[in-house]
């Protein structure tokens, strides 16, 4: 059986994410692009292509890019990487993210494509990134955070029912409510089923009353679905 753990299933200290490693502030240091930001500058980091490490002050993160619509749903500090679970997981997708200073802000900002090679070039520091990953996006703050759990319970059940992404499009073998995902995402079941409705609306999912067909893995469970 594989050793991979899963961080908590909720960050120690939410809004706050962890620290990331000695030799990920010596890569940045020595290869990136130093950066400034002053408080309440904001950077559409989901768009940008480039991983930033916060060397001193304070980042907010939130999952938009609309400035009348803001909630802040992560904190970086000092010594985190802002972008780095989209490098690892999407690539150079572009992602609604957007990143406020909170306070003036420096740090050093490194492409994308030379973050993704330094981190695939050794396994074990690819795993350990991994790891960090997952634990920077447990730690993000929680209903607004709601499709993306419910994208990874829906994909949790289906690898429960023994389902690979080379059988999907596929059936989920068992009646599931709404109110089942609810549970398991610990969120209303109106907010649930609003989150499943627009897996339906971005064609991830096809939905008869309780049964469920998966048409494609959810882009939230992209990161451990191949672990």
Not at 4 to 21: H, K, Q, S, T
Not at 187 to 202: C, F, L, N, Q, Y
């Amino acid at each position: 059986m594989s050793d991979f753990r899963y961080a908590p299933i909720y960050g120690r200290n939410p809004w706050l994410m962890v620290e990331d490693a000695d030799e990920v502030a010596d890569f940045f240091r020595n290869s990136g692009t130093p950066f400034v930001s002053h408080r309440r500058d904001i950077v559409h980091f989901g768009s940008q292509p480039h991983v930033y490490w916060i060397e001193s002050g304070l980042v907010a993160s939130s999952a938009t890019t609309d400035v009348d619509k803001v909630r802040w749903i992560g904190l970086f500090s000092r010594r985190t990487l802002l972008g780095s679970v989209r490098a690892i997981g999407h690539g150079k997708a572009a992602m609604t993210l957007m990143a406020t200073a909170v306070t003036d802000v420096s740090g050093f900002a490194v492409p994308l494509e030379l973050y993704a090679r330094w981190v695939s070039e050794n396994p074990e520091r690819e795993r350990a990134m991994l790891l960090n990953c997952i634990a920077k996006s447990e730690c993000q703050v929680e209903g607004v955070l709601v499709d993306d759990r419910v994208e990874i319970a829906v994909a949790v059940l289906f690898r429960a029912a023994g389902i690979t992404e080379a059988q999907l499009p596929a059936a989920l073998p068992w009646d599931i409510p709404v109110s089942d995902i609810a549970s398991l995402v610990h969120a209303e079941r109106a907010m649930t089923s609003r989150a499943v409705g627009r897996m339906v609306s971005s064609g991830l999912l096809e939905r008869s009353g309780r049964t469920f067909v998966l048409k494609a893995v959810p882009p939230a469970a992209r990161l451990w679905w191949d672990a």
